[in-house]
């Protein structure tokens, strides 16, 4: 007879999409906090703010969670100072890391990144290490609806996007990094957008992954992932979507 029953399935599985959500709401009350104390508590007149919460509506983020995230990053409620760090690395198969934390105590953080690099077969490098390998760059998806192909890029270049991608069912509009709030209000009124910045690989540093050293990586990605100061993570490995889905973060 089995050791484990249905219900004690039901509230694993509940239990894990409890954590992620926790997670994310921890992620986007950190950005909005951050761009609360960076350019106010308006998103009108703060773009970054307003991107911040286009996110956490997205993912269902109480109310509350957003405004009391507001009023940490203006100073209104006392909180710990949450600074932004970038840590760079080599992991498992040869694959290289940014690692974009926000963290209240950078020694405490520094220290548990290493040390899934060290248990990973990897390890942290200095800035720079492998940062040449990759371009910061604003992102943001859109649902295709009705719009054709030159009309999407002919409303990105007036919004002073840099290049649209044909992504399935979504556009997919690059930009600089620094505009991404500008670029993303001046889409806005096309559907419902998401829009962050990412550590994109240059097309020469891309690794394709396969078999044992995806799942290998797509562990190490789901390791980094579990710590609570990590923000994002980005990597030159390309890794199949079933491999990410069953392994990955």
């Known amino acids: ?63 509350d969670n957003q405004e009391r995230a507001i009023k940490k990053g203006t100073g209104e409620l006392a909180s710990a100072n949450i600074e932004e760090a970038l840590y760079e690395g080599r992991g ?15 020694n405490r953080t520094v220290a548990e990144v290493r040390n899934v690099f060290s248990k990973g077969g990897g390890e942290l490098g200095s800035d720079g290490s492998v940062g040449w390998m990759f371009d910061l760059t604003g992102v943001i998806a859109l649902p295709k609806g009705e719009l054709a ?17 044909d992504g399935g069912e979504e556009w997919i509009v690059l930009c600089d990094a620094a505009t991404l709030g500008e670029v993303a209000g001046a889409l806005e009124d096309l559907g419902p957008t998401r829009a962050d910045r990412e550590y994109l690989a240059k097309p020469e540093s ?26 994002e993570v980005f990597t030159n490995a390309v890794i199949p979507d079933a491999v990410l889905e069953e392994y990955g973060p």
């Open 1 to 63: 007879m089995s050791g484990h029953s249905k219900w004690s399935t039901i509230k694993r599985k509940k239990g894990v999409a409890d954590a992620k959500r926790g997670k994310i709401f921890t992620k986007i009350g950190r950005d909005i906090q951050i761009a609360a104390r960076d350019g106010g508590g308006d998103p009108d007149g703060n773009p970054g703010l307003r991107l911040a919460l286009t996110a956490a509506r997205a993912a269902n983020m109480p109310r």
């Open 92 to 106: 498992p198969k040869g694959a290289v890391f940014m690692v974009e934390v926000m963290t209240d105590n950078k």
């Open 149 to 165: 192909e030159d009309a999407m890029t002919e409303r990105a270049i007036e919004a002073a996007a840099d290049d649209v991608k």
């Open 206 to 231: 891309v690794l394709p992954l396969e078999g044992d050293e995806a799942i290998s990586v797509a562990k190490f990605l789901a390791r980094l992932d579990e710590l609570d100061d990590v923000h």
